[in-house]
C-alpha cells in the first residue's frame, strides 16, 4: 500500500493497494477512499500501520479485539503478512476505516465513447462492507 493522499487535520484521504492479499474484495492498484479517526468494529477493512515496520502501511480486515490490539487477516487465505505473522496491531497503529474503493480507468485508451465511460464508473466505484462472518472465517484457519 503505498503512502496515502491526506491533507494534514483533513478525516478523508486516498491510499493504493500494491499487492495481493485482500484479493477479491481489492485489487492491485486499486484506489481507497480511507476515513481517518472512524469507529471500527471487527469485520471492517481498516488501513494500519505494519506493526514489525511502521514506516510501511497495510490494508487487512478487522477480525476480533484480543488482548493487544486487533487480529486482522488478508481476505487472501493464500498471501501472508498479516497476524497469522506479525500477532495483533495495537490501537494505535489502526489509521482508518475504509469506505470505498475505485479502480483507476485503464491506460492507453484514446477517445473512450460516452458508454464505455459509463460502464467504467458503474463498475469503478463500490463501497467496501464489512464482513459479519469474520469470527467463523477465523476458527476455520
Known sequence: MTEPGREPGA???IAEVAGPSMHPTLAHGDRLLVHYGAAVRAGDV?????????????VKRL?????????VLGDNPYAEGDSRVFGTVPDELLLGRVRARYRPRPRGARQPSVRSVVAWAVSALRPVLSERSVSRRLRAR
Do not use: S
Request: aromatic share 12%.
Open 11 to 13: 478525516p478523508f484521504g
Open 46 to 58: 481498516a488501513v494500519l500501520r505494519h506493526p514489525l515496520q511502521q514506516d510501511l502501511l497495510i
Open 63 to 71: 477480525v476480533e479485539r484480543r488482548e493487544g490490539g486487533w487480529w
